[in-house]
């Protein structure tokens, strides 16, 4: 039987209208994937603000749209934290109503621009696509669609603000403006709460400020963001410590009647070494902060960063990435990566991984400090590696690194950048009276309500999770929202 005789019998007289569809899903799932512009490699590694992806043109963004085959179980929903509509926004683009595919990524995510560009949209939505889980192929770009038309509505000045009920008059304190935080404010805004955030740093927006350069996610981008959080009502403070400047009581006493609590894992861990107290050796936390916060790469600046000619970053995950990329734009000769697996147990994105190869970034895999020296004033000069071979899974699923005898050797350095992981900052858990942690000094929730033992107080984000992605804590964020607004109206 031809496949024409088979969907006659199965259809009946409009054969040919479905003939046609299945025509054209196959030439949509024949179309090659569209690659985003880049900046060239050798100027971008010199440059520590202009951005490296590009963004799509409007036609490419409207041919990678008609790749999409419209599911009837769209399963890259169910694959994004914060349930973003994936579907519908696609197809506007696709009939190039951008506006409206704005719009439809506002309907859940408070940061779509920002989310765009540092998702792991290959681990999460796109990994669900059925390019992937059935046809082997290259998932439909999701995260540069999304990235596409937060910036259309943003370059062309029409940016808009989702609609709000009356203000209920109800008083929330949020703790962080990262996006945890950000996402928590935005979903409670649109509820009609009154939300507060406090930020103990001079610049909203957390780690998406100080933890992410600016070549991959520029600040104008979360201002906007912010701005748009503004105007629906969300109120800012900046330079405020809660659980210093002020207590758990303190806000009880001003009338807030919830707490979300999203300060993130800013404590950064370490390998406890000998030669870690050297000058010179800082974790990557500091050395981005410092960077991207404190105008740290002006020498004239307050609080200069040391300049290093040999750098090596320990660790392989986004934020070491993010970490030796910044050194080679500040003027590293030799900048390396670290790390005691092989490259395919890297937890950094791919795409980081590429652009820091691309950039001249040296990758000692399979290698793990034991020992930094340092010269007679004190700074890092050398370290001793050891080298390593991948034996059995460990708990985690990854080959554990095991040493090799006898095989260690010295490279010289005179700057080095830790990253091997962060911790929460206990300041919260040790101010708020009654607050349970684990022994990671995670902070234990209700994880269907995100709720704490202390009834007012829920938490999401990094102080829950001890260190994940942009998009995890934003869908946190969401959760905690919901069930704080439940809980309120006393269902």
Request: glycine share 10%.
């Amino acid at each position: 039987m031809t496949r024409q005789e088979y969907i006659k019998q199965k259809w009946g007289e409009p054969w040919r209208s479905e003939l046609r569809k299945s025509v054209k899903a196959k030439e949509r799932a024949d179309r090659p994937r569209v690659h985003m512009p880049e900046l060239d490699a050798e100027y971008r590694s010199h440059k520590l603000k202009e951005e490296v992806n590009q963004g799509l043109s409007q036609e490419q963004a409207i041919f990678e749209a008609g790749r999409c085959l419209d599911c009837a179980n769209p399963t890259c929903v169910t694959g994004c934290p914060v349930e973003i509509n994936i579907p519908t926004f696609i197809k506007n683009i696709e009939r190039g109503e951008f506006i409206e595919a704005a719009n439809t990524l506002k309907e859940t995510s408070a940061l779509p621009a920002v989310c765009g560009r540092v998702c792991p949209q290959e681990k999460q939505c796109e990994a669900q696509c059925i390019y992937v889980k059935k046809m082997g192929k290259e998932a439909v770009g999701i995260g540069y669609l999304e990235r596409f038309a937060a910036d259309y509505e943003r370059l062309n000045g029409i940016v808009s603000t989702p609609e709000i009920p009356v203000c209920n008059g109800t008083k929330i304190a949020v703790v962080g403006s990262g996006p945890a935080g950000l996402s928590f404010a935005g979903d409670m805004a649109k509820r009609g709460y009154d939300i507060t955030v406090f930020e103990a740093l001079h610049e909203i927006g957390g780690v998406l400020k100080y933890g992410i350069p600016e070549f991959r996610l520029p600040n104008e981008i979360v201002d906007v963001e912010i701005e748009v959080l503004r105007k629906i009502g969300v109120k800012f403070i900046k330079n405020c410590i809660v659980g210093k400047t002020i207590s758990h009581e303190d806000l009880r006493n001003d009338g807030f009647k919830g707490i979300f609590v999203a300060s993130g894992a800013g404590l950064p861990n370490f390998m406890d070494i000998p030669g870690e107290n050297l000058i010179g050796v800082m974790s990557a936390n500091e050395f981005l902060t410092r960077v991207n916060l404190m105008d740290a790469s002006n020498p004239e600046s307050d609080t200069p960063v040391q300049m290093g000619k040999k750098v090596a970053i320990i660790g392989a995950g986004n934020t070491a990435m993010d970490a030796v990329r910044t050194a080679r734009r500040l003027g590293a000769e030799r900048a390396m990566v670290v790390y005691r697996r092989s490259d395919e147990e890297m937890p950094a994105r791919l795409e980081e991984v590429k652009h820091a190869k691309e950039e001249g970034i040296e990758f000692l895999t399979l290698h793990n400090p034991i020992c930094y020296e340092g010269d007679d004033k004190g700074r890092v000069q050398r370290m001793l590696l050891q080298k390593m071979e991948l034996g059995e899974p460990d708990p985690s699923g990854r080959r554990k690194p095991v040493p090799i005898k006898d095989a260690t050797e010295w490279v010289e350095v005179d700057e080095v950048i830790v990253s091997v992981g962060v911790s929460p900052n206990p300041l919260i858990p040790s101010s708020f009276s009654g607050l349970e942690v684990t022994k990671w000094g995670t902070v234990v929730i209700n994880q269907d309500t995100m709720q704490t033992h202390l009834s007012d107080v829920y938490a999401g984000g990094d102080i829950v999770r001890g260190g994940a992605t942009v998009i995890l804590a934003m869908g946190d964020g969401r959760k905690a929202a919901a069930a704080m607004d439940e809980a309120l109206q006393g269902n």
